[in-house]
C-alpha cells in the first residue's frame, strides 16, 4: 500500500493536464500511448523475468512518443494543439534526439543480451525494498514501472505540450537560451558517455579490472553524464516560459498555476532520479564495494555538480 502511494503525485500530474481546455487531449493521448508503451514493453517483460532493465527501453521511447504528440499538436493541429510549427518542432527535437539516443543505445544493449541481468541501478531499487521490509518484490517492481510511465504522462511532458498550444509566432530570447542549455547539456551528456566509454575499452585492452574513470569531464563530477542530463530538463523549463502568458490567458487560473507549477517540479523529480533513485547513489553502491579506489574518489570528486578536484586525502 505504501509503495502505490508513489503513484498519487504523478496521477495528480496527469489529471492536471487531462482538466485542461487547451492541453486536454494532447494529454490524454499521450498518456494511453505511454500506458500501452510500458506495458507491452516494460510491463510483462519485467512479470516475466523479475527485472526492471526493460525500463531503459520504455522510458527514452516514451520521451519519443511526447514529441511526435506535441508535432502532431502544434505542426498539424490536431490533438487540440495550436502551436507555432517552428518553436514545436524545436522541441519535439529536443525529445527526439533526448530519447532517441538513450533509446536506440538500449536496444543496442538488449539485442546484446546485456538486459539478461539485472542493470545495477535496479539491483539498487531491490536492496532497497529489502531494507524496508517490502516482501512482494513484484509489486514493488510494477509500481515503480508505473511511476516511469506516469512521469512520461505528466509532468515530462508539460515542456512539450504548452509549447505546441502556444500559436504566438517568432523565437524570443528566452527560448533559444532554453535551446541553446539543452542542446548543449545533451552534447556534453554524449561526451561524458564517450569518455566513460572509451576508458572501459581502454582498460579492458590491457587487462584491468574495475578502474576508476577519472578522464575528462568525469575528473571534475563523479556522474557527469547525469548532472548534464538533468541540464537538459532545466534548459526545457527555461524553453517554455514565454509559453506561459499564453497558457495562462487560455486556461482558468487554477490549472495554469498548477501546470506551470507542474513544470518547475520537472527539476526536483529529475533530480531526485537522477542522484537517488535510478542514478548516482545505486551506481555508487556498487561501484564502492567492487573498485578500490573508488572510495577516494568520492573524497575528492563531487557527486553530481561539477566543481575543481580536493586533494587527495581531504
Not at 506495458?39 to 511526435?68: E, F, H, K, N
Request: charged residues 15%; hydrophobic residues 50%.
Amino acid at each position: 500500500m505504501k509503495k502505490t502511494l508513489q503513484l498519487l503525485p504523478f496521477l495528480a500530474g496527469w489529471l492536471v493536464l487531462l482538466l485542461s481546455s487547451t492541453l486536454q487531449t494532447m494529454g490524454l493521448v499521450n498518456g494511453v500511448l505511454q500506458m500501452v508503451l510500458f506495458l507491452v514493453v516494460v510491463c510483462i517483460p519485467a512479470q516475466r523475468t523479475g527485472r526492471m532493465s526493460y525500463v531503459d527501453i520504455g522510458w527514452p521511447w516514451g520521451l519519443v512518443v511526447i514529441g511526435a504528440v506535441a508535432v502532431a499538436g502544434g505542426v498539424f493541429h490536431v490533438f487540440g494543439g495550436n502551436g507555432d510549427p517552428t518553436r514545436t518542432l524545436l522541441v519535439a527535437a529536443v525529445y527526439g534526439l533526448v530519447g532517441g539516443r538513450m533509446g536506440f543505445f538500449a536496444v543496442k544493449l538488449w539485442r546484446a543480451g546485456h538486459l539478461d541481468r539485472e542493470l545495477p541501478r535496479y539491483r539498487y531499487r531491490e536492496v532497497r525494498w529489502r531494507r524496508a521490509g517490502i516482501e512482494n518484490l513484484a509489486l514493488a517492481r510494477q509500481v515503480e514501472i508505473l511511476v516511469q510511465g506516469l512521469a512520461n504522462a505528466s509532468y515530462l511532458a508539460i515542456p512539450a505540450f504548452v509549447i505546441a498550444a502556444n500559436p504566438e509566432s517568432g523565437l524570443g530570447f528566452i527560448e533559444l537560451l532554453g535551446l541553446a542549455i539543452a542542446l548543449s547539456a545533451l552534447a556534453l551528456e554524449t561526451v561524458a558517455d564517450t569518455q566513460k566509454a572509451r576508458f572501459i575499452a581502454r582498460s579492458k585492452k590491457a587487462g584491468e579490472r574495475n578502474q576508476v574513470c577519472t578522464d575528462g569531464l568525469w575528473r571534475y563530477s563523479r556522474h557527469p553524464n547525469y548532472f548534464f542530463e538533468w541540464m537538459v530538463w532545466n534548459g526545457l523549463i527555461v524553453m517554455t516560459l514565454p509559453s506561459l502568458p499564453h497558457l495562462f490567458r487560455s486556461e482558468s487560473l487554477p490549472i495554469a498555476v498548477l501546470v506551470t507549477a507542474g513544470l518547475f517540479y520537472i527539476s526536483r523529480v529529475m533530480y531526485q532520479t537522477l542522484v537517488y533513485f535510478t542514478g548516482a547513489k545505486p551506481a555508487e553502491y556498487f561501484s564502492v564495494q567492487k573498485r578500490p579506489g573508488y572510495a577516494e574518489y568520492q573524497r575528492t570528486t563531487n557527486i553530481f555538480f561539477p566543481g575543481p578536484p580536493r586533494p587527495a586525502g581531504e
